[in-house]
C-alpha cells in the first residue's frame, strides 16, 4: 500500500471514530429526552437539536466506509441476468455518485456563506458546522468512488490477463 493510501485509511478511521462518538451522543441524547418526558414531566430542547445533528453528520461522514465495504443498496438481480454488464453498470453508478456529491458540495459552497452566522435555538451550535460536516463526507465519498473505480479497473484488466 502506497504511503498516500495509508494516510487515506488513517484519515478514514479517524473520522469512523467520530462517527462512533456522534452515535453514542444521538443514543444517548434521545435517552435523555425519553427520560426527561416519560419520568420527569417535561422536555428538553437542547437533545433533539444535537441528535439531528449528531446523526446528520454520522451518515454523510460514514458514506465513505460504507463504499469501502460496498455496503450501499444494489440491484444484484441485475448482474445476474446480465453477467456481462456489472462492471460498466458498477463503474456507471458510481460516476454518478461522484456527479451527485459534487452537486452537493456545490450547492453547499452556496448555502455556507448566508448560514455562516446562523446558531440553532437550544444549543447555539453553528449550524455552518453540520454543513461543513456534509461537505467532508461528500468529498470522502467522492474520493473512495474513485478508489473504488480504479480498482475495479484493476480487477477487469486482471480478469482478462
Known amino acids: 500500500m502506497?504511503?498516500?493510501g495509508k494516510i487515506w485509511d488513517g484519515f478514514r478511521s479517524l473520522v469512523n471514530s467520530v462517527c462512533g462518538i456522534f452515535l453514542i451522543?444521538?443514543?444517548?441524547a434521545l435517552d435523555i429526552q425519553v427520560l426527561c418526558r416519560s419520568f420527569l414531566g417535561f422536555s428538553t430542547t437542547w437533545s433533539e437539536e444535537v441528535a439531528m445533528m449528531c446523526f446528520t453528520g454520522l451518515i454523510f461522514c460514514y458514506l465513505a466506509q460504507a463504499e469501502k465495504e460496498e455496503a450501499h443498496l444494489q440491484l444484484e438481480i441485475i448482474y445476474q441476468i446480465w453477467p456481462r454488464t456489472k462492471f460498466w453498470l458498477m463503474v456507471i453508478g458510481k460516476v454518478i455518485c461522484c456527479m451527485y456529491c459534487a452537486f452537493v458540495i456545490y450547492?453547499?459552497?452556496?448555502?455556507?456563506p448566508?448560514?455562516?452566522?446562523?446558531?440553532?435555538?437550544?444549543?447555539?451550535i453553528p449550524i455552518?458546522?453540520?454543513?461543513?460536516?456534509?461537505?467532508?463526507?461528500?468529498?470522502?465519498?467522492i474520493i473512495q468512488n474513485?478508489?473504488?473505480?480504479?480498482a475495479l479497473i484493476k480487477e477487469r484488466r486482471a480478469e482478462r490477463a
Open 2 to 4: 502506497s504511503a498516500l
Open 25 to 28: 451522543v444521538v443514543i444517548a
Open 107 to 112: 450547492s453547499e459552497y452556496l448555502l455556507i
Open 114 to 124: 448566508p448560514i455562516s452566522k446562523l446558531t440553532t435555538a437550544a444549543t447555539h
Open 128 to 141: 455552518v458546522a453540520i454543513h461543513a460536516l456534509i461537505v467532508l463526507g461528500s468529498a470522502m465519498w
Open 146 to 150: 474513485l478508489i473504488s473505480i480504479s
